[in-house]
């Protein structure tokens, strides 16, 4: 009987032969990421007396940076003093700094074949790498920066697969609004990206599918490594790396096929993802306060470029705030030789730091008691972005930017 590529990866990092659904399995670790933010939690990061390998420990400033509180100062300085206690040289601090996820693939870090443990729940992103990831609580943490190790519970694999081709200003984004508002959650459950759309999709497309799949509520969310990834990787990749992919006859839970060319733009309604999505067009007198682009699942040069296309020539509606965060020092470069920053702040949008900023409720965007936000981040849970009496609409960010213009929530294809 095969398997899939979670259910071989965990073979292979745990010594199992034949791993299946049900069993729990003890696997070594190829990168562990630490985050600034779990420096100040509950009084601030417990340091170990040792670490298993500096080498494979990363450490990245992106929820707080630069820091907006005393509190977060703290915890950077605490971060920096475990960087510097334990050698740690794949360190992104202020200046090289950036959204995690984010970071890992534009570096190499996250390579196919590998795992990973972050203390994020959107750590799935790097899944679109053909890497397993996932986030772990603070004990587990603990735990895989002393030992390097994790215990993972196999769960069954859920099969996507994807047909046909994106109409006019849909993307991948909507994919999994459609996803998540048909078939809902996928708890305790892996995901494997498959078929001809996604044969053709981009890197970007695959991340904000990965990263999102938290939203999903899935433990593992993986792409094949194929021709886009090879391409993406080459000249990229830290060290070498064994792609993994899934068996011939490999046993999945359940197939779901979805032909992407039937889709249209859709939004999240407030406050949950599943079974909670509408057509944008049917928002068109839900008025905005807010709107946001960035994130680990829209924070890529990609979506500036398409803020910018549709804001080029324009202004963002009176009343409303726009907001776009690039997800790493990289993509704001990018953004600025490209003019796409120029456009954006000539429509009126605050282009900031690179960090996840606005999309926790931390800092640069912090929503007020009743406001109302459109964003392309990744969660809408009451509270997430600032005053748990404000409305949190999910949309694409050419959604996005189409509201911000119009001053309500918008079709991107009206614009």
């Not at 977060?72 to 920096?80: D, E, F, L, T, V």
């Not at 470069?333 to 900031?352: I, R, S």
Request: charged share 20%; aromatic share 6%.
């Amino acid at each position: 009987m095969g398997h899939t590529i979670t259910e071989k990866i965990l073979s292979a990092h745990s010594g199992a032969k034949d791993v299946s659904p049900g069993d729990i399995v003890m696997a070594d670790l190829d990168l562990v990421v630490d985050l600034d933010i779990v420096f100040g939690i509950t009084g601030g990061h417990q340091t170990p007396t040792r670490v298993f390998d500096p080498d494979k420990i990363a450490v990245v400033a992106d929820h707080t940076v630069p820091a907006p509180s005393i509190a977060a100062a703290n915890a950077m300085r605490r971060m920096r003093e475990f960087v510097e206690k334990f050698g740690i040289e794949k360190f992104y601090a202020e200046g090289r700094h950036g959204i995690a996820h984010v970071i890992l693939g534009e570096d190499g870090l996250a390579l196919p074949g590998m795992t990973l443990a972050c203390d994020d729940s959107h750590s799935c992103s790097s899944g679109a790498l053909n890497c397993l990831a996932r986030g772990l609580g603070l004990a587990d943490m603990m735990y895989a920066l002393c030992k390097g190790q994790a215990w993972y519970m196999v769960g069954p694999t859920v099969k996507l697969l994807l047909d046909g081709e994106l109409g006019e200003r849909v993307y991948p984004r909507d994919i999994l609004h459609h996803i998540a508002h048909v078939h809902g959650a996928f708890p305790g459950r892996n995901l494997e990206w498959d078929g001809d759309a996604v044969a053709a999709m981009p890197m970007q497309g695959r991340f904000t599918l990965a990263t999102l799949s938290a939203e999903l509520s899935a433990e593992f969310s993986l792409f094949r490594h194929d021709d886009v990834l090879k391409d993406y990787l080459d000249g990229r990749a830290s060290k070498a790396y064994e792609p993994v992919d899934a068996d011939p006859d490999a046993t999945y839970e359940e197939t779901i096929r979805i032909d992407v060319s039937e889709l249209e733009p859709l939004v999240v309604l407030p406050h949950k993802v599943a079974h909670n999505a509408t057509p944008a067009n049917s928002l068109n007198e839900t008025k905005i306060d807010q709107a946001f682009i960035g994130s680990c699942a829209n924070g890529r040069i990609e979506d500036f470029a398409v803020a910018a296309e549709i804001l080029s020539g324009r202004q963002v509606a009176p009343g409303v705030r726009m907001i776009v965060t690039p997800g790493s020092q990289n993509v704001l470069q990018e953004a600025m030789a490209k003019g796409y920053v120029e456009t954006l702040m000539n429509a009126g949008a605050v282009v900031t730091n690179s960090t996840c900023g606005a999309c926790y409720g931390g800092h640069m965007g912090v929503l007020g008691d009743g406001e109302v936000c459109i964003t392309a981040s990744t969660r809408n849970f009451q509270g997430r972005m600032g005053s748990p009496e404000a409305d949190i609409y999910l949309g694409s960010p050419a959604t996005v930017a189409a509201s911000a213009i119009r001053g309500v929530i918008t079709d991107p294809r009206e614009v």
